[in-house]
């Protein structure tokens, strides 16, 4: 079946650091790929998204690339601060399917 | 302000007691999700409804039951049955059909705990 891992956490960086969270997936068919954010205490809110390969997501700083042939998603940013510090999901939803599957979640603490 | 509303945002529950998880969106969506979130486990899929009257099982589905008699309402019940119940369960929903690609509305979540 379709399965999300995400590289293991928890990643604590400095502020002003680059970050790069692994995303790999397996799926039979052509995923839309998204990266989820959790902030403490509340629910997912969507980040970023791409839909088809190439395809490049990206919000507030955040980008992350649908590469078909290392079938990857990785997210990255150039520069972290420290309101950044949340648990980020990586999922994918397989064509025509009408549910998500989520990675482990990959928690990030950016110290001042 | 359109969204969704999970209650209670905490819940304590005796062993041996069902317990019933409330969300209500205003989005006006037609699929609606549960799921159960565990520390380095990620989200697993309780259960999930495209419409009205019609629900499916999700990954983790057993001791747990769902309704879905209004569009709006997706409530979920956490039975007896439900061996580990202590979890943060998140609803979700999505508009639906086959070209949405599955961009979820998060509720905040409840957290459940057994003692």
């Known amino acids: 079946g379709d399965s999300v891992t995400q590289m293991e956490g928890p990643v604590t960086l400095s502020e002003e650091a680059f970050l790069t969270i692994n995303c790999t997936y397996t799926?039979?068919?052509?995923?839309?790929l998204f990266w989820y954010v959790q902030y403490p205490g509340e629910g997912l809110q969507l980040l970023l998204k791409?839909?088809?390969?190439?395809d490049k997501g990206s919000n507030k700083g955040f980008e992350a690339t649908y590469r078909k042939e290392t079938t990857s998603f990785h997210l990255e940013k150039g520069s972290v601060q420290v309101s950044d510090s949340a648990v980020y999901f990586c999922?994918?939803?397989?064509?025509?399917?009408?549910?998500?599957?989520f990675g482990q979640g990959t928690r990030l603490t950016i110290n001042p | 302000d359109g969204g969704i509303t999970q209650s209670p945002k905490y819940l304590f529950r005796k062993e041996g007691q069902n317990v019933t998880l409330s969300c209500e969106q205003n989005l006006n969506h037609d699929a609606m999700y549960w799921y159960r979130q565990d520390p380095g486990q990620g989200l697993r899929l309780i259960y999930y409804s495209q419409i009205v009257n019609d629900f499916q099982k999700g990954d983790i589905a057993e001791g747990y039951s769902v309704s879905r008699e209004k569009k709006e309402s997706f409530p979920l019940t956490v039975t007896s049955a439900q061996k580990n119940p202590t979890a943060f369960y998140l609803c979700a929903s999505t508009p639906g059909g086959r070209g949405g690609a599955n961009v979820l509305t998060f509720g905040a979540g409840s957290r459940l705990t057994v003692l």
């Open positions: 999922a994918l939803s397989d064509t025509g399917a009408q549910k998500l599957v």
């Open positions: 791409a839909t088809k390969a190439d």
């Open positions: 799926a039979t068919g052509y995923p839309s």
